[in-house]
């Protein structure tokens, strides 16, 4: 199965120390999507690539989120300082932009606990 | 803009029973439509889609929805609930333009009772 891969599953940090996420997505896929979801809450998206190009930050990506695709393929996701309400689950899509390709895949998530 | 809303954070049937979960879309244009199923600390899981063409479509595990344009509608239906139904569920829009990002409601926490 070549899904959307992410890695760790989960990350246990203490507050205040950065942490770097991975997502790998499925191998033809040019569009990458990151999101973050809190307890209880649904899936929020963060930002988007398109090949290696970031084209849209949403305003909960603050400055100390940086997310990079620097050859089109897997992406990074990484907070500096982490602070307690980073805790969340961060979860990767990624999608063709071909007519016929209706969804976006998503990965099992990166589960962040900030203590 | 685009958004979602889905009534009811928490449903609770019985087994059984039948299972209806409403979600309302706002759009400027008809949008493709999504049931995605989570089990706990585990991915988002597509349950079923509407995209174009036929209005009633099914997903699997039997779980069917309508999409209703004049409604701005898209409810989840099942008509015999299992206890593995018990999960959270999220209905979500992606537009067809621009950055084709999908936006997720709320979602509703299925119980399901013996």
């Known amino acids: 199965d070549t899904g959307v891969s992410q890695d760790p599953r989960h990350k246990i940090t203490k507050r205040g120390q950065n942490v770097t996420f991975r997502c790998d997505p499925i191998?033809?896929?040019?569009?990458l999507y990151w999101y973050r979801q809190t307890l209880g809450q649904g899936p929020e998206f963060l930002t988007y690539?398109?090949?290696?190009?970031?084209?849209?930050k949403s305003r909960l990506l603050s400055d100390r989120f940086s997310a990079e695709r620097p050859k089109g393929s897997f992406s990074t996701l990484e907070i500096q300082r982490t602070e307690q309400g980073d805790s969340a689950m961060y979860l990767c899509?990624?999608?063709?932009?071909?007519?016929?390709?209706?969804?976006?895949?998503f990965g099992q998530g990166t589960r962040l606990t900030v203590v | 803009a685009q958004s979602v809303t889905q009534l009811g954070s928490h449903v609770s049937v019985s087994e059984g029973a039948l299972v209806l979960l409403r979600c309302n879309y706002s759009?400027?244009?008809?949008?493709?439509l999504f049931w995605y199923v989570q089990y706990p600390n585990q991915g988002l899981q597509l349950l079923l889609k509407?995209?174009?063409?036929?209005?009633l479509v099914k997903g699997i595990n039997g779980f069917e929805a309508e999409f209703k344009k004049s409604e701005t509608s898209f409810h989840l239906t099942k008509p015999s609930a299992h206890m593995s139904d018990a999960a959270e569920y999220f209905c979500a829009v992606r537009m067809n333009t621009g950055g084709f990002k999908t936006i997720f409601g709320a979602g509703t926490r299925l119980f399901v009772k013996a």
């Open positions: 759009s400027s244009v008809p949008p493709y």
């Open positions: 191998s033809e896929h040019n569009r």
């Open positions: 509407y995209t174009t063409g036929a209005t």
């Open positions: 690539f398109q090949n290696e190009a970031q084209l849209e």
């Open positions: 899509a990624s999608s063709q932009d071909r007519v016929g390709n209706t969804e976006a895949f």
